[in-house]
């Protein structure tokens, strides 16, 4: 259902939404498409992983690279640290700012704390 100002004939609305479009478009599609596109091509990033490339000419549709990332020692102890890390400092961040938050609406002078923050 469309909100009754966007039914309204206002150009506004439409402008701002167009503006959150442009903004994640250039900031997490754009760089989310080139990093798989990255990630299918050699280390020096001239083709593809694929042995079967022609040279000096990008190479599509392999997932050497992911298999080397699956499979290798290093590898998996590098994704096993960011799983972690994910797993604990994500949730803590958030309980450590909702804890200083509580704390802080208590306090006798609250708005300085605020303002603070």
């Given at each position: 259902?469309?909100?009754?100002?966007?039914?309204?004939?206002?150009?506004?609305?439409?402008?701002?939404?167009?503006?959150?479009?442009?903004?994640?478009?250039?900031?997490?599609?754009?760089?989310?498409?080139?990093?798989?596109?990255?990630?299918?091509?050699?280390?020096?990033?001239?083709?593809?992983?694929?042995?079967?490339?022609?040279?000096?000419?990008p190479c599509w549709g392999t997932l050497?690279?992911?298999?080397?990332?699956?499979?290798?020692?290093?590898?998996?102890?590098?994704?096993?640290?960011?799983?972690?890390?994910?797993?604990?400092?994500?949730?803590?961040t958030v309980a450590a700012g909702l804890l200083f938050?509580?704390?802080?609406?208590?306090?006798?002078?609250?708005?300085?704390?605020?303002?603070?923050?």
């Open positions: 259902m469309v909100p009754k100002i966007m039914r309204q004939g206002t150009l506004t609305p439409w402008l701002y939404l167009a503006a959150a479009v442009a903004i994640m478009l250039v900031f997490i599609v754009y760089p989310t498409l080139n990093t798989v596109m990255l990630s299918l091509r050699n280390k020096t990033g001239t083709q593809s992983a694929a042995v079967d490339c022609i040279p000096g000419e050497d690279n992911y298999r080397y990332a699956l499979t290798d020692s290093e590898m998996t102890q590098a994704l096993r640290n960011n799983a972690l890390w994910l797993l604990f400092m994500v949730p803590g938050a509580v704390v802080t609406d208590r306090v006798r002078y609250e708005r300085l704390a605020k303002t603070v923050v």
